[in-house]
């Protein structure tokens, strides 16, 4: 069993930078990969960006690459998305998510086993 917490959303203005962290605990939660899903009003959520396990290898949808970073630090067991360049299309509930490993497609899909429950960017022209 994997927890997920969220944090660092906010109200910004565009073009300013934002920073949101996801703490993982529970027995399995230092082998999952971990990733960033985003969900704005009336859309479907889509995928942003997932690491593996230990940080080291990272995945993004290709339209946030260079705006966007994922990262992870393993000794606190949270990974971090690093937000740049915001857009008022950001505004979003963004979700931690995590799985056993990065399936790829499947992830990206959110077939996924653990997500937290959100936190709301908004960002305002």
């Known amino acids: 069993q994997v927890q997920l917490v969220e944090s660092g959303g906010g109200l910004v203005q565009a073009g300013d930078s934002l920073r949101l962290s996801c703490v993982a605990s529970?027995?399995?939660?230092?082998?999952?990969?971990m990733g960033w899903f985003r969900q704005a009003p009336g859309k479907e959520r889509e995928f942003v960006a997932a690491?593996?396990?230990?940080?080291?290898?990272?995945y993004y949808v290709d339209s946030m690459k260079g705006r966007f970073t994922i990262s992870k630090d393993n000794a606190n067991n949270t990974v971090y998305l690093q937000m740049n360049s915001l857009k008022p299309e950001d505004t979003a509930v963004y979700y931690c998510?995590?799985?056993?490993?990065?399936?790829?497609?499947?992830?990206?899909?959110?077939?996924?086993?653990?997500w937290g429950k959100g936190t709301l960017v908004t960002v305002f022209p």
């Open positions: 690491t593996d396990w230990n940080g080291v290898n990272t």
């Open positions: 998510a995590a799985d056993r490993y990065y399936s790829g497609s499947s992830y990206q899909k959110g077939i996924i086993d653990y």
């Open positions: 529970g027995p399995t939660s230092r082998s999952v990969a």
